[in-house]
């Protein structure tokens, strides 16, 4: 099971563009990196996965390097309600008895 | 489309109660289901997870058995709760190549 490493905090302003980066060195072959956002008292929501180079949807894009040792949650022009816990999680989709290590998370405070 | 309802809300219970939190899923067939414990500013601790009706799986040793009598239902036990035993718990499913889609959680208070 891949182990991730993600700064604990950060913060931001309004109208920002954000970049949270994850460390998962030992990535394998089948492992896919999924990102989650959660906030107080409330189960995490799935925000974006990928495999490999970029991908966008309506809310992030996620890059992930040739290597794919690490890859980067990228939230354009954040607003205060993007404060949250941000997870980075790497695991095999395709295994149906696979199971994610969480970490503490990157905690983000968006500010005036 | 799918939902997963999990309740009660928020639930305090003396120390050597009983405890069982139910957690059930709508709009799929034969989900995996996972039952995860958050301690405050911590990450998510898986407790036990189950491929199919009747088929548990624990991660860690604990006061705590889960139990999956319908394909849908998944239901978290204590025969006596421990103080350690608080925290935030929170269902899942989860259907292969696809992410985790969370309950909203059960705020567990051991007095």
């Known amino acids: 099971l891949a182990k991730t490493t993600q700064p604990i905090s950060m913060d931001s302003y309004e109208g920002q563009e954000v970049n949270i980066t994850c460390s998962h060195n030992?990535?394998?072959?089948?492992?896919?990196i999924t990102w989650y956002q959660q906030f107080p008292s409330q189960g995490p929501r799935f925000i974006i996965q990928?495999?490999?180079?970029?991908v966008t949807n309506e809310v992030a894009s996620l890059f992930i390097p040739a290597d794919r040792k690490s890859s980067t949650l990228s939230l354009p022009r954040v607003s205060l309600s993007d404060t949250a816990v941000y997870y980075c999680?790497?695991?095999?989709?395709?295994?149906?008895?696979?199971?994610?290590?969480w970490g503490a998370g990157t905690k983000l405070i968006i500010k005036p | 489309s799918q939902t997963i309802h999990q309740w009660p809300a928020t639930l305090v219970q003396p120390v050597g109660s009983p405890l069982s939190l139910e957690c059930t899923v709508e709009g799929t067939s034969n989900p995996n289901l996972y039952w995860y414990r958050q301690a405050a500013g911590r990450g998510l601790q898986l407790l036990f997870y189950?491929?199919?009706?009747?088929?548990i799986s624990s991660e860690v040793p604990q006061n705590l058995s889960a139990s999956r009598p319908q394909d849908r239902q998944f239901i978290l036990s204590s025969k006596k709760l421990l103080l350690s035993d608080s925290g935030f718990y929170l269902c899942?499913?989860?259907?292969?190549?696809?992410?985790?889609?969370f309950g909203s959680g059960t705020r567990l208070t051991v007095v």
């Open positions: 899942a499913w989860r259907r292969a190549t696809s992410g985790y889609t």
């Open positions: 030992n990535i394998a072959t089948n492992d896919y």
């Open positions: 999680l790497v695991g095999d989709m395709g295994d149906s008895n696979y199971q994610l290590i």
């Open positions: 189950s491929v199919g009706i009747g088929q």
């Open positions: 990928g495999y490999k180079t970029k």
